[in-house]
């Protein structure tokens, strides 16, 4: 009986790859291949629907139904049951179609005296391209063996669809991948770019989704799933492999020896696809699963099965990652996550990024940051939508993404860009002057850096010098540990680069959210609040002190600036700065020039430094308000969590009381002050945290033209007023009556 049904599909799948063969249309295709299931099938009715639009099908064939009402009959995501096939990406197999729920009839294909209803989804690689249908008089319910053998139908035709067999005749099939597409997700690093897609992984393209000799595909299928296994153990045994990746490629192992996989594939193939339909089909099912899964682990395993099938789909093709395609102008990378060393292997080359993993603070977004590259991160499904080449604007003030815009879009987006530009030659005009308020305030414009790669932008930007280098990126990109020497040379290229300016090193902060890829992870509940920064600097002193004799080397006699993150009590700073103190000791000693003058800092990025005794004050170098962290520590709101980090504004009373009580002590004791955290970029934040009394704000380099351009025409004392007003009359936020004064300022 067995024999029988996949000799039958089989057979069916060979019929549909001749209809395939000749010189149709897409639509005589379709004709065809409705036609040819409703016979096999025995069915009076088989129809195709797929989507014109993201949530409305449309009917493009059938065989049975009114073909007037072909290319009429529409229907939205989710309504009748073809629509529900659609929206829930599962198959609907009833005898008595009128009684379904979610039924919804349709007059115009004259399907009312049709009871039995069987419609499967469509799937490629997680993406709904269409529901196919099957319908008869007799009020049965389908087979098993007749779902699974339409299952494979519609695989295929996903595949023919992908491979563009449908299109050329104006039918829905032609509108996918051509028509404009709008993706929104999540800023990770703002700025607006045009360009053209780069797909980081290219797709894997299944040319043969039919095969005729299922013997030999079982075959391959089983070498390829050898050579996958062999290839997760060697990596396995890698000894650099650390506990998360060792984990992962558990996972791999788990799914690569797992029968179940392996018996769905064996009996796909037996039913006529070729092996690596096989594969895709099976990485379709677990994608649409993972698109509804709401448990994390199972979404995590399901992406494991994700990748594995990519590891195999490539073996079976011998497809690699490199296509051999070349690189468009202005590409605009699209992937599904990077990892940083990777992101900067492409360098300034790329103009924009789109990931639809990721994370606001992960390594990538850093990276990012560093190379001032727009980024969005959590852009679903571009990946799927998004074609090598394509054309594709990036807004990432707003988090949207415009594949293959329309002329409208095009235009408006190239006037945002065109103001842009304007307002950056306005910038370059003030580029040599000072940040000189209306009131005769100067405020210091600094840049914050990571990267030699940023040290350029020192002298285009205006900058008067580097008021934040985060030195962890040097240690993140790497996979092993860098050496003194290694650093000392980085130390002082940077220093060379800077000509004389001043560069303000922050001392390793690791942890929490920036893991080594070389250090042991440390499995704590609660990074962000966890064994970081300074604190890893003084409990385990070995890279701290190394750092450090890097650092006064590079300097080799010339001024030398640093500062220590996450500072949260005196003691914390005066053991850091003693740790700076003995290697400077210790350099003398070694005979090696030490640094003309050394300044030694903290970084203020939780509440309780602001409350440290005066003595704290009296004694530190300078002091640093990381306003990213201060800000999630004050209103105790992660700063990597979409839900709650946008809650708390910057310019609530309460949080600008605070900093303003920072101001305070610091003028008490003449302790110079700096704000260095993103906030000190956005020109309203900017002009709010000058107005209560900083005089030095450190931000991406991109943002001084803009800071500038603001505190140039702005009066500090009228600002100041407008926030203590706006707090008097118990306001518990000062933007609305900021941004209303800078309106009436025109
Ligand atoms: C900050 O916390 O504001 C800061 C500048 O440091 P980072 O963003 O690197 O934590
Ligand atoms: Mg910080």
């Keep these: 009986m067995a024999e029988r049904v996949e000799t039958e599909s089989r057979k069916l799948l060979g019929r549909l790859r001749d209809a395939m063969a000749g010189e149709d249309t897409g639509q005589a295709r379709l004709d065809k291949i409705t036609h040819l299931i409703a016979t096999s ?6 129809s195709i629907y797929l989507f014109r639009d993201e949530d409305t099908l449309e009917l493009c064939a059938t065989e049975g139904l009114n073909p007037e009402a072909v290319h009429q009959t529409r229907m939205r995501l989710g309504e009748g049951l073809v629509g529900k096939v659609a929206r829930r990406r599962r198959v609907v197999n009833t005898a008595n179609a009128p009684q379904e729920r979610g039924f919804r009839f349709m007059p115009e294909t004259g399907e009312e005296v049709f009871s039995s209803f069987m419609g499967v989804p469509i799937l490629r690689l997680g993406d709904t391209l269409g529901v196919l249908v099957v319908q008869s008089k007799e009020a049965r319910e389908f087979s098993a063996d007749e779902v699974y053998a339409l299952e494979v139908v519609a695989m295929v035709l996903a595949e023919m669809a992908e491979l563009g067999a449908f299109v050329g005749d104006g039918s829905a099939m032609e509108a996918r991948h051509s028509q404009p597409a709008m993706l929104r997700g999540t800023v990770a690093q703002e700025g607006v770019a045009e360009g053209h897609i780069w797909l980081h992984e290219p797709r894997v393209v299944v040319s043969n989704p039919i095969a005729d000799d299922p013997h030999r595909e079982l075959e391959r299928l089983t070498e390829a799933v050898e050579e996958l296994r062999v290839g997760v153990d060697k990596m396995l045994a890698l000894a650099s492999v650390d506990k998360e990746q060792a984990e992962v490629l ?3 192992k788990m799914f690569a020896n797992s029968k179940g996989w392996m018996r769905r594939m064996e009996e796909d193939i037996s039913r006529g696809l070729s092996a690596e339909a096989a594969v895709e089909k099976e990485q379709s099912l677990a994608r649409a699963r993972m698109g509804q899964a709401t448990d994390s ?11 594995l099938s990519n590891r195999l789909l490539r073996i079976l093709t011998g497809q690699g990652t490199d296509t051999g395609a070349e690189m468009p102008a202005n590409p605009i990378l699209v992937a599904r996550n990077i990892g940083p060393a990777e992101l900067l292997d492409y360098g300034r080359s790329l103009k924009g990024i789109i990931l639809e993993a990721g994370s606001v603070g992960s390594h990538a977004a850093i990276v990012a940051r560093a190379l001032a590259i727009p980024l969005i991160v959590h852009a679903e499904r571009a990946t799927l939508e998004a074609l090598n080449g394509d054309h594709v604007m990036v807004d990432g003030e707003q988090g949207i993404v415009h594949l293959r815009p329309d002329d409208t879009v095009v235009t408006a987006f190239r006037d945002k860009m065109a103001m842009q530009a304007a307002a950056v030659e306005r910038y370059v005009s003030i580029r040599d002057k000072p940040a000189e308020t209306l009131c005769g305030s100067v405020v210091g414009l600094h840049m914050n850096a990571g990267l030699m790669a940023d040290l350029p932008s020192l002298e285009g930007s205006g900058a008067e010098g580097v008021g934040l280098f985060r030195t962890e990126l040097q240690f993140l990109v790497r996979n092993k540990m860098p050496t003194r020497s290694e650093l000392s040379a980085l130390y002082a290229r940077v220093l060379d680069a800077a000509g004389g300016k001043t560069v303000v090193f922050r001392t390793l902060d690791i ?3 920036k893991v080594l890829p070389y250090m042991k992870p440390n499995d704590e509940p609660n990074p962000a609040l966890g064994w970081r920064a300074i604190r890893v600097g003084l409990d385990k002193p070995g890279v701290l002190r190394m750092q450090l004799q890097a650092l006064i080397r590079a300097a080799n006699g010339r001024p030398l600036t640093i500062m220590f993150p996450f500072v949260a009590q005196y003691e914390e ?5 003693a740790e700076m103190d003995k290697a400077l000791d210790r350099e003398r000693r070694l005979g090696h020039v030490v640094p003309e003058t050394v300044e030694v800092g903290a970084m203020l990025e939780t509440p309780s430094l602001a409350f440290a005794p005066q003595k704290f004050f009296e004694e530190v170098g300078f002091l640093s308000i990381g306003g990213n962290d201060l800000k999630q520590f004050f209103f105790a709101a992660d700063r990597e969590n979409e839900r709650v980090r946008r809650r708390y504004d910057t310019l609530n009373v309460s949080f600008l009381s605070f900093i303003e009580r920072i101001v305070e002590r610091c003028e008490l004791t003449g302790t110079s002050l700096s704000f260095c955290g993103e906030d000190a970029g956005r020109p309203v934040e900017a ?14 380099p991109a943002s001084i033209g803009p800071v500038k351009s603001l505190l140039r025409r702005s009066n500090l004392e009228d600002v100041r007023k407008v ?4 707090r008097h009359r118990g306001d518990m936020n000062v933007r609305p009556a900021i941004m209303e004064y800078l309106r009436n300022q025109g």
């Design 41 to 46: 099938i025995g069915s009076e009715v088989c």
């Design 250 to 252: 558990e996972a791999y």
């Design 297 to 307: 682990y199972l979404r995590e395993r399901l992406s494991d099965l994700d990748d």
């Design 511 to 513: 942890g929490s959210d």
């Design 573 to 577: 700073y005066t053991q850091a700065k």
């Design 687 to 700: 002009l709010c945290l000058s107005a209560i009394g900083l005089r030095k704000l450190s931000m991406r």
């Design 723 to 726: 926030i203590m007003d706006a």
